[in-house]
């Protein structure tokens, strides 16, 4: 099985800070990496499919990179709505699947 | 506007059964291969299980394996869940998402069903 895991668990920024969130795979997923974005009572959103793909209606300031085994979601310029809890998912194994712990990313 | 609504979540005691449901429109039902995520209060997202468009290729994640049974009707456009044999461990909100195969990611997702296993 993949095991995912993110650093850091969680992260205080200001608005308009460049942030960098990581997410690493026990194995090669090759680019199978997603990202969610979910607010608090609020169901997940997908931002970015195969690690650098935005997702249609992402802001621009949403980027993602990586490949193998090592990942990052970067937001360029946090807005206020940005704060939010962040998962990775890799969808190499379908038709298992396997998320990481998730990052917080609250306001300093 | 794809809408997936969950439903059939509660209280259940301990070593008892559930049955959730989730209904899905705006999509074609048919080309999604569909999935249950769950969050139990307070923690991160656990992928559960998970159904191809044709019945094919379903999975399950160790921790519900011999004790869940996924399922779907594609004339109804429904997923189902059956739960049996639940513990504590299982309390959570359990959402129904969509696997887009062209993104290979989870597009859609409901607002989920609250399911609390305690005596």
């Known amino acids: 099985d993949i095991q995912m895991t993110q650093s850091p668990s969680s992260l205080s920024a200001s608005v308009g800070d460049r942030v960098s969130i990581s997410c690493r795979a026990s194995?090669?997923?090759?680019?199978?990496l997603n990202w969610y974005q979910q607010k608090p009572g609020k169901a997940p959103n997908l931002l970015i499919y195969?690690?650098?793909n935005l997702q249609s209606g992402v802001p621009s300031r949403f980027s993602g990179s990586g490949s193998g085994t090592d990942f990052t979601l970067t937001i360029s310029s946090l807005q206020p709505e940005d704060f939010a809890t962040y998962y990775c998912?890799?969808?190499?194994?379908?038709?298992?699947?396997?998320f990481g712990p998730g990052t917080k990313l609250d306001m300093k | 506007e794809v809408q997936l609504v969950e439903s059939g979540g509660g209280l259940a005691q301990p070593g008892r059964s559930l049955r959730l449901s989730c209904t899905a429109s705006g999509l074609t039902f048919d080309d999604y291969a569909m999935h249950w995520v769950r969050q139990a209060p307070g923690k991160g997202l656990e992928w559960v299980s998970g159904?191809?468009?044709?019945?094919?290729?379903?999975g399950y994640a160790d921790s519900v394996k011999g004790r869940f049974t996924i399922s779907r009707d594609n004339a109804k456009n429904s997923l189902y869940l059956q739960m049996d044999s639940l513990t504590p461990e299982d309390t959570a909100l359990y959402y129904c998402t969509s696997f887009n195969n062209y993104v290979e990611a989870f597009d859609f997702w409901g607002q989920g069903a609250l399911v609390t296993v305690s005596s």
């Open positions: 998912q890799e969808s190499y194994s379908t038709p298992l699947f396997t």
């Open positions: 195969a690690t650098s």
């Open positions: 159904i191809g468009w044709n019945s094919g290729d379903i």
């Open positions: 194995h090669d997923i090759s680019t199978f």
